[in-house]
């Protein structure tokens, strides 16, 4: 789960000349050095920063039942290195981070991030999983992410074969916060021996002011040598969770 104090909803598209951000709070970048990802920052770095982790296994496969994390930063100075109009922080802690992982049955997984402060602003962002994923080609995933002030979303995805050569994909991304649909995709795709083919039509928002775009996106795979067309691959691999591009 992620979060940050200054952050745009996840459908707004940063400018171009967007070079650095400072990322979402989540457990890596509890313990990364640099609080910012880019090329023209260095965060002023003066903090300690702690996390537990608990499994619980079964003893005869070894498979993971549940995973429990929970961490926090405390702050031994204020941050005075900021992004172009950012505020000065001095928070004295971070928010609590934690993430749940329960295998609920066979190939069921569940998992919970919440991310709370001590304080009175209590829940700042919350997001519940469920997946289920019966093979290595069969994925079906269920959502829902809260940010406080910010969002409020359900999210559907998966990747499903029809029969031995045809897969069905999709994403359905709803914005309850805003009673409308952020991204949808549904395609198809085809594999014989030798080659595959990806068709995928798209309909998201684009811009700042919620401008929609569609588009229709066909690419051509020769296994063990190129592609050609449009990455439909990459929309997939970031649109659905546990998807494979790797045509087999």
């Known amino acids: 789960m992620t979060e940050s104090r200054y952050r745009l909803p996840r459908h707004v598209v940063p400018h171009r000349y967007d070079l650095t951000i400072e990322p979402d709070l989540n457990l890596v970048q509890l313990f990364r050095k640099n609080r910012f990802l880019g090329i023209d920052r260095i965060g002023d770095t003066d903090q300690v920063?702690?996390?537990?982790?608990?499994?619980?296994?079964?003893?005869?496969?070894?498979?993971?039942?549940?995973?429990?994390?929970?961490?926090?930063?405390r702050y031994l100075s204020d941050r005075e290195v900021t992004l172009p109009g950012g505020l000065t922080t001095d928070f004295e802690s971070s928010d609590y981070i934690a993430e749940i992982r329960f295998l609920l049955y066979e190939n069921l997984n569940f998992d919970v991030g919440h991310q709370w402060s001590t304080g009175s602003r209590g829940t700042t962002q919350s997001e519940a999983r469920l997946q289920y994923r019966p093979a290595q080609n069969k994925v079906l995933n269920l959502a829902y992410r809260f940010r406080r002030d910010s969002l409020e979303q359900g999210d559907l995805s998966w990747a499903w074969p029809i029969n031995a050569n045809w897969n069905f994909v999709g994403r359905y991304n709803f914005s309850f916060r805003d009673r409308e649909v952020l991204e949808q995709f549904f395609g198809l795709e085809y594999e014989s021996c030798c080659w595959g083919i990806r068709l995928v039509s798209r309909r998201h928002i684009s811009t700042r002011d919620g401008t929609r775009d569609s588009s229709f996106g066909l690419q051509l795979v020769l296994?063990?040598?190129?592609?050609?067309?449009?990455?439909?691959?990459?929309?997939?691999?970031?649109?659905?969770?546990?998807?494979?591009a790797d045509l087999r």
């Open 223 to 244: 296994k063990g040598m190129t592609s050609v067309g449009t990455a439909a691959d990459k929309l997939l691999e970031r649109g659905i969770l546990g998807y494979s």
């Open 49 to 73: 920063s702690f996390g537990v982790t608990s499994r619980v296994l079964d003893v005869s496969t070894g498979r993971e039942l549940v995973t429990a994390t929970v961490g926090q930063t």
